[in-house]
C-alpha cells in the first residue's frame, strides 16, 4: 500500500469531533443564546463542556455525557463559565477517548481559558479561513483535555521513566538544603545519568541544577518576604554554602539583591521605571518619580499626581540621582550613555525581551518584585473584566463597525483590527468589537496594523462609531491638532453626522499597561452600552 493509498485509508478512520456552540455566560444572568447554531442544546447525542471562570469554582472543567446530568447546577449558576457544546462523527474510537469522568483536570487553567478565548472570539465566523481555525482550536482544546484525562498505561517503559522523574523532582523540593548532585538523583529516578538530564528537562524545561537552584531561591524569596532573619541564616537554611554565593545567585535569578527584594516586599524599595509605572503601581509599588514628556505629560490615568515627574525624553538621566533610587527599571530602547549614567546612580535592571504582549511584561516585572501572585490576580481580574464587557457589548453592538483614529495636526493614523498596536488588542481582541476600515486604503497598513489616513480618504471612512485621540507630537500651535474637525468631509462622516464620535485620553490609549488597558474597557462601555 502506498503512502496516498494509507492516507486515504487512515482519513476514513478519522476521529472527528464538531463544536456545536459556545457560550460564555456572566453568574447570575440567563444563558446566551447561541450565535450560529440553534439545535435542540437537549440533543441527546451531544456532549457538552462546562469551564467555571469565576467564583469558588474557577478552575474546574466538567464534562456533560449524552443521557447524563450534572449535580453541579447551582455552582455553575454562581459562577461565570463557558458552555462548549460538540458532538462526535458516531466512530467507536472518538467514543473511547472521551474520559469516562465528569470532572476533568485542566491544567494550566490559562491555556485552557486561552482557547475557549479564542473560540469564543470566533463563534461569528463566515470566512473558510476564520471556519477552519474554529475547528483547529476546538481539537486543540480537546486534546488538551483528553492528554491530562486519559487512563494511565500499565506497561509502557516510559511512564516508568517519567514516575522516576516525578520522584526525584519531589526529593528536590523535600531536600533543597542538602547537597544534592544529578548522579544521586538519576539514581533515586532509576534513570541512567545520560538519559536522566535530557528527561528532565523534558519534564520541566530546566536541567536538574538549575531546577534545584530555583526552589532554593523560591523558597528564600518566602523567608525574606516573612521573617526579619539574618541574610547568612536565609543563604543556609536555603542550601546555599555562603552569603556571598546566596547574593550573588539571588541577583542573578531576580533581577535584585536579597535586601532589596526584602525592602520592596514591605513598600520600601524606591524605584524609577520610566514609562513603566503601569506595570509597577499594578504590582502595588509607587515610583519615587514618574514618566513626563514635553508634547504628551504624564499618565494622568495612574493617579499619581503626588510623584515628582522626570523628563526621560530629554535624554540626561543624571537628574535621577536627586531621587535616590535603590533600582532603576529600564525598557531595552536607550543608548548606552544612559545605560551607563544609572549605573553609576544605582542597581539598573534592563528588561532586555521587546515584547508587545503586556501579559509577559507584567509577568517579567513581577518576577523581579517577586510578586508573580499579584501579576497573576490582576491578568486574571483583567480576562474577566474582558470577557463580561465583550459578552455585553456582543448583545448590543450586532453588526455595527468601530474605528479608532490618532490625529495630530498632519497626521490621521487608523488602528486595524490586524495590528498588535496597543488599541487594537483591546478593542478588537479583548472586547470583540467589528472594524471597520476605509475601503482601498487599509492595504497600506504596516505591520503594527495602522496606516495614515489622508483627507481624501475620509469619505470611504463609513464606521459607525469612532474613537478618536489628539496627539500634540507635531503641533507647532496649540489646537491645531483639532483643525480636522472643522473640516467638511470630517463633518459629512456618519459617526459624526449621527454623534457617535468619542474623544479619549491620549496616554491611556496609547499604553500598553494592564491599567490603562483596563481604563480603555471602560471607555468602550462608556461610549457604546
Known amino acids: 500500500m502506498d503512502i496516498e493509498q494509507r492516507n486515504q485509508a487512515g482519513t476514513a478512520r478519522a476521529v472527528q469531533y464538531v463544536l456545536q456552540s459556545i457560550r460564555f455566560n456572566v453568574a447570575g444572568e440567563q444563558a446566551e443564546v447561541n450565535d450560529w447554531d440553534d439545535r435542540d442544546r437537549n440533543d441527546k447525542e451531544d456532549y457538552e463542556l462546562i ?38 462523527n458516531g466512530s467507536t474510537t472518538a467514543s473511547s477517548l472521551m474520559p469516562d469522568k465528569y470532572e476533568l483536570v485542566c491544567s494550566p487553567f490559562a ?39 486519559a487512563p494511565a498505561s500499565e506497561d509502557d517503559g516510559m511512564d516508568i521513566e517519567r514516575q ?19 548522579e544521586e538523583l538519576a539514581s533515586l529516578a532509576g534513570v541512567d545519568r545520560w538519559k536522566y538530564t535530557r528527561l528532565f528537562k523534558e519534564a520541566t524545561g530546566q536541567v536538574p541544577l538549575q531546577y534545584l537552584n530555583e526552589v532554593r531561591i523560591n523558597q528564600a524569596k518566602k523567608w525574606l518576604a516573612s521573617a526579619d532573619d539574618k541574610l547568612l541564616d536565609i543563604a543556609l537554611n536555603a542550601g546555599f554554602n555562603n552569603e556571598y554565593y546566596f547574593n550573588r545567585r539571588f541577583k542573578q535569578t531576580v533581577g535584585i539583591s536579597p535586601g532589596q527584594y526584602r525592602r520592596s516586599r514591605k513598600g520600601q524599595l524606591r524605584v524609577v521605571a520610566p514609562y513603566l509605572e503601569d506595570f509597577i503601581v499594578a504590582l502595588d509599588i509607587q515610583p519615587i518619580a514618574q514618566y513626563w514628556h514635553a508634547k504628551w505629560g504624564k499618565q494622568d490615568y495612574l493617579g499619581l499626581n503626588h510623584i515628582p515627574t522626570f ?120 472586547v470583540g468589537l467589528r472594524s471597520h476600515a476605509a475601503v482601498g486604503v487599509a492595504s497600506k497598513a ?68 494592564i491599567i490603562s488597558n483596563g481604563k480603555k474597557i471602560d471607555d468602550i462601555l462608556r461610549s457604546l452600552a
Open 446 to 513: 504596516n505591520r503594527a496594523g495602522m496606516f495614515n489616513l489622508s483627507l481624501d480618504d475620509l469619505h470611504r471612512l463609513n464606521a459607525d462609531h469612532l474613537f478618536i485621540t489628539f496627539d500634540k507630537w507635531h503641533s507647532q500651535a496649540e489646537g491645531k491638532e483639532r483643525e480636522l474637525l472643522e473640516q467638511p468631509e470630517w463633518l459629512d462622516l456618519p459617526a459624526v453626522r449621527n454623534n457617535r464620535v468619542y474623544e479619549v485620553d491620549f496616554l491611556t490609549w496609547m499604553n500598553n499597561g
Open 51 to 88: 469551564i467555571l471562570t469565576s467564583g469558588s469554582g474557577q478552575g474546574k472543567c466538567y464534562l456533560q455525557r449524552p443521557g447524563r446530568s450534572l449535580s453541579v447546577n447551582q455552582e455553575i449558576m454562581n459562577c461565570s463559565h463557558y458552555r462548549v457544546c460538540f458532538a462526535t
Open 111 to 149: 491555556k485552557m481559558i486561552e482557547l475557549l478565548d479564542e473560540l469564543y472570539g470566533l463563534r461569528e465566523a463566515s470566512e473558510e479561513l476564520e471556519l477552519f481555525q474554529r475547528f483547529v482550536r476546538f481539537q486543540e482544546l480537546l486534546l488538551f483535555l483528553f492528554r491530562q484525562n
Open 311 to 430: 523628563d526621560e525624553n530629554g535624554g540626561n538621566f543624571d537628574a535621577l540621582s536627586s531621587y535616590n533610587p535603590d533600582l532603576i527599571l529600564l525598557m531595552d530602547r536607550y543608548e548606552q550613555q544612559q545605560y551607563a549614567q544609572c549605573r553609576r546612580i544605582s542597581n539598573t535592571c534592563i528588561l532586555r525581551e521587546q515584547t508587545n504582549n503586556w501579559r509577559t511584561l507584567l509577568h517579567t516585572v513581577a518576577d523581579y518584585f517577586g510578586r508573580t501572585e499579584l501579576a497573576d490576580d490582576a491578568i486574571a481580574k483583567y480576562d474577566s473584566k474582558a470577557r463580561i464587557a465583550s459578552h455585553s457589548l456582543s448583545q448590543m453592538m450586532k453588526s455595527e463597525t468601530v474605528t479608532f483614529l490618532r490625529i495630530s495636526a498632519d497626521h490621521i493614523i487608523q488602528y486595524t483590527e490586524e495590528g498588535q498596536g496597543f488599541v487594537s488588542t483591546v478593542l478588537y481582541g479583548d
Open 164 to 182: 522516576g522523574i516525578e520522584l526525584s523532582i519531589e526529593h528536590i523540593h523535600q531536600y533543597y538544603r542538602e547537597l544534592l548532585t544529578v
